[in-house]
T-cell receptor, first 118, second 113 residues
Framework: AQSVTQLGSHVSVSEGALVLLRCNYS??????LFWYVQYPNQGLQLLLK??????LVKGINGFEAEFKKSETSFHLTKPSAHMSDAAEYFC????????????????FGKGTHLIIQP | GAGVSQTPSNKVTEKGKYVELRCDPI?????LYWYRQSLGQGPEFLIY????????DSGLPNDRFFAVRPEGSVSTLKIQRTERGDSAVYLC???????????FGPGTRLTVL
């Protein structure tokens, strides 16, 4: 069975500082990994995804994540935080079950609330 | 273009009642997913449709929960004999096909009194 652990339910950084949100996964097969962002009263939006191509994945809004198989991690980073980055961030995993690399239901972590201090 | 829409946005019901939650996926998307998000938790997978058929319903918590997608587009999540523990935000997502990016709707907030 697959699972996701997000370390830190709340992370606070100063505007302009580095953002680091941690995600560790477990999966019995090569996983697909995702980061989603949820702004207040809005739906989940995909930030980026890893699907067994390049291990360093670049997403929207300046975010990126690196897949490290040896550490079973997929941490999300952004060099310089902006006030508009304040939101809930979710890491998710899906096991690639199909020969075509399709993925079915996602298993999400509990989320990390990112707070940006002015 | 239009995204995934869900109705109603809020639903308040009494314990023991029956509820239906509707999801309109993005036009042309063949895959549709239902998730449930409890307060302070990440979304929890419930069921996934490819076309009209439920390809994976392993996340449905018990037989009070049922979902249909009769024409391969709109889906309805049905909950019988609701319990207070069913209170959550129910999210729907769709993707062009299985394995593609999932686009999420805004959710339906269900409150069981």
């Amino acid at each position: 069975a697959q699972s996701v652990t997000q370390l830190g339910s709340h992370v606070s950084v100063s505007e302009g500082a580095l953002v680091l949100l941690r995600c560790n996964y477990s999966s019995s097969v090569p996983p697909y990994l995702f980061w989603y962002v949820q702004y207040p009263n809005q739906g989940l939006q995909l930030l980026l995804k890893y699907t067994s191509a390049a291990t360093l994945v670049k997403g929207i809004n300046g975010f990126e994540a690196e897949f490290k198989k040896s550490e079973t991690s997929f941490h999300l980073t952004k060099p310089s935080a902006h006030m508009s980055d304040a939101a809930e961030y979710f890491c998710a995993v899906s096991e690639s079950r199909y020969s075509g690399g399709g993925a079915d239901g996602l298993t999400f972590g509990k989320g990390t609330h990112l707070i940006i201090q002015p | 273009g239009a995204g995934v829409s869900q109705t109603p946005s809020n639903k308040v019901t009494e314990k023991g009642k029956y509820v239906e939650l509707r999801c309109d996926p993005i036009s042309g998307h063949t895959a549709l997913y239902w998730y449930r998000q409890s307060l302070g938790q990440g979304p929890e997978f419930l069921i996934y449709f490819q076309g009209t058929g439920a390809a994976d319903d392993s996340g449905l918590p018990n037989d009070r929960f049922f979902a249909v997608r009769p024409e391969g587009s709109v889906s309805t999540l049905k909950i019988q004999r609701t319990e207070r523990g069913d209170s959550a935000v129910y999210l729907c997502a769709s993707s062009l096909t299985s394995g593609d990016e999932q686009f999420f709707g805004p959710g339906t907030r269900l409150t069981v009194l």
